[in-house]
Nanobody, 122 residues
Framework: QVQLVESGGGLVQPGGSLRLSCAAS????????MSWYRQAPGKQRTLVAT???????NYADSVKDRFSISRDNAKKMVYLQMNSLKPEDTAVYYC????????????????WGQGTQVTVSS
């Protein structure tokens, strides 16, 4: 069974920093694009950042120059370094990955983590 598990969320003051991590596990042959999304209360889930397997990166305009996405292919992990956090960054952050799995046969699929809460408040 394939799983994505996020960690690193919490409560932080405005201007502070947090680092989110997401680990992929299970019968994974290859991890392709990995992304972070977020969903604030009463709002739709939106894309925060994406990183391809060769580490090309894209960011939402609202987080450019503050957030940085990175990955470790050997560990099947993706990270989101969040700096200069603002109250409007408060949301549940979700890890998303395009994976090639290998059991019972090779196939591609899109997977979500369970989410981790980030709250920015004084």
């Amino acid at each position: 069974q394939v799983q994505l598990v996020e960690s690193g969320g919490g409560l932080v003051q405005p201007g502070g920093s947090l680092r989110l991590s997401c680990a992929a596990s299970g019968s994974i042959f290859r991890v392709n694009d990995m992304s972070w999304y977020r969903q604030a209360p009463g709002k739709q889930r939106t894309l925060v950042a994406t990183i391809t397997r060769d580490s090309s990166k894209n960011y939402a305009d609202s987080v450019k120059d503050r957030f940085s996405i990175s990955r470790d292919n050997a560990k099947k992990m993706v990270y989101l370094q969040m700096n200069s956090l603002k109250p409007e960054d408060t949301a549940v952050y979700y890890c998303n990955a395009d994976l090639t799995t290998m059991f019972p046969s090779y196939r591609q699929g899109n997977y979500w983590g369970q989410g981790t809460q980030v709250t920015v408040s004084s």
